[in-house]
């Protein structure tokens, strides 16, 4: 099985822009969570998506958001992006909630740089 | 609020000593404690979990709902060990279910 697949790999941005970063699961997998992992923070719940309905959602402001299509695949968009947004975002997914599954399988990420 | 912490940022130890990777949390419910783990140029994978009680690479982990701690352990270490080590919970928040992860401790075996 292919494991998950995070693009793109890396990006720069400048203040004020919007970026939007795709993840696609394991197949069979059902959910995806998005992290924000930084130097300072470590790893940050942002949310969880399954069956294309937001079920979780971390302490992230509005300008975060996410979606999920019908074949699982997720996407995460910022706007209006900031200094601090530079970072690596994670993806994982699982077959069921994270909750149930306690197991996420984790992709590469995508790494952000705010300039 | 629920909150992961691992004391120790960087641990190194001696090939063959034990290694205790230290995890505390703070949480009203019933927890599901889990330790991830990420070698070198791979990805962020699952080490083991509380409710499974198993041992795995040589690691356990043992819940201490009194001490709130899911220490992980190692008798001896071993080179293949070195690793970013992070302490994972399981639980609700106000803005739902989420699985929340420490900051993570690097663990360095050296010969």
């Known amino acids: 099985k292919a494991g998950v697949t995070q693009t793109p790999r890396y990006l720069i941005k400048t203040r004020g822009q919007q970026v939007t970063l795709s993840c696609s699961p394991i197949?069979?997998?059902?959910?995806v969570s998005w992290y924000q992992q930084t130097p300072g923070q470590g790893l940050q719940f942002l949310f969880e998506?399954?069956?294309?309905?937001?079920?979780n959602k971390g302490n992230f402001p509005g300008r975060f958001s996410g979606r999920q299509f019908s074949n699982s695949r997720s996407e995460m968009n910022v706007s209006t992006l900031e200094l601090g947004d530079s970072a690596l975002y994670l993806c994982?997914?699982?077959?069921?909630?994270?909750?149930?599954?306690?197991?996420?399988?984790f992709g590469e990420g995508s790494r952000l740089t705010v300039l | 609020a629920q909150r992961v912490t691992q004391p120790e940022k960087l641990l190194s130890v001696f090939k063959g000593a034990p290694v205790e990777l230290k995890c505390n949390y703070s949480?009203?419910?019933?927890?599901?404690l889990f330790w991830y783990v990420q070698y070198s140029r791979q990805r962020l994978q699952l080490l083991l979990r509380?409710?499974s009680r198993e041992s795995i690479k040589g690691f356990t982990a043992d819940l201490n709902k009194g001490e709130t701690s899911f220490h992980l352990k190692k008798p001896f270490a071993q080179e293949e060990d070195s690793a970013m080590y992070y302490c994972?919970?399981?639980?609700?928040?106000?803005?739902?279910?989420?699985?929340?992860f420490g900051k993570g401790t690097s663990l360095l075996v050296t010969p």
């Open positions: 994982a997914s699982s077959w069921g909630l994270a909750r149930n599954t306690g197991e996420l399988f």
């Open positions: 197949s069979g997998h059902r959910s």
């Open positions: 998506y399954f069956s294309e309905t937001q079920r």
């Open positions: 949480y009203s419910g019933s927890p599901e």
């Open positions: 509380h409710i």
């Open positions: 994972a919970l399981s639980g609700s928040s106000n803005s739902g279910y989420a699985l929340n």
